[in-house]
């Protein structure tokens, strides 16, 4: 994806686990919002797994928070409301259906473009919550709606 050469650079940074809520709270709602380094990420609680992404959409910046959980292919995946793009939960892959146009018998497949949305670590201890941002050094597509004017979490200050 370009966007002009605006596209930040994702450091290599250690970064600590940050607290971000109860396990309590993730079960009752199926996902939890949180800003951690000044990056946004939604947290998602579905069939007993935690998983962490970037909060927004790494095509158009679309909210993932307000995203349905559906599966396809077998791998639970978080659509976008704006424009419907699935992105795995488990890697951050966005998700295509694919077809042999010169095939007039063949059938649409579930492929993958690659990892496009930043995955963050996500771990429990005695019902708290804590993300740890992803170190990975590769640039991702989500990484340019990280941080910065996109931001949809609203500072109380």
């Not at 890697?91 to 930043?118: F, H, M, V």
Request: proline share 5%; aromatic share 10%; charged share 25%.
């Amino acid at each position: 994806m370009d966007h002009n050469g605006s596209e930040q650079d994702h450091e290599m940074k250690d970064y600590s686990s940050v607290y971000v809520g109860r396990v309590d709270d993730i079960k009752k709602s199926g996902r939890i919002t949180a800003v951690i380094d000044d990056r946004e990420v939604v947290i998602f609680y579905h069939k007993g797994e935690y998983h962490a992404m970037d909060i927004r959409c790494y095509h158009s910046g679309g909210p993932l928070h307000l995203g349905e959980i559906e599966e396809f292919d077998g791998q639970p995946c978080i659509v976008c409301p704006w424009h419907k793009y699935k992105i795995t939960l488990a890697t951050g892959e966005g998700l295509y259906q694919s077809i042999n146009p010169k095939d007039p018998s063949a059938k649409p497949k579930w492929c993958s473009k690659g990892i496009k949305q930043r995955i963050h670590t996500v771990t429990v201890d005695n019902g708290n919550i804590y993300v740890t941002l992803s170190n990975e050094p590769f640039k991702c597509d989500s990484d340019f709606y990280a941080t910065g004017e996109f931001k949809v979490i609203k500072s109380p200050f």
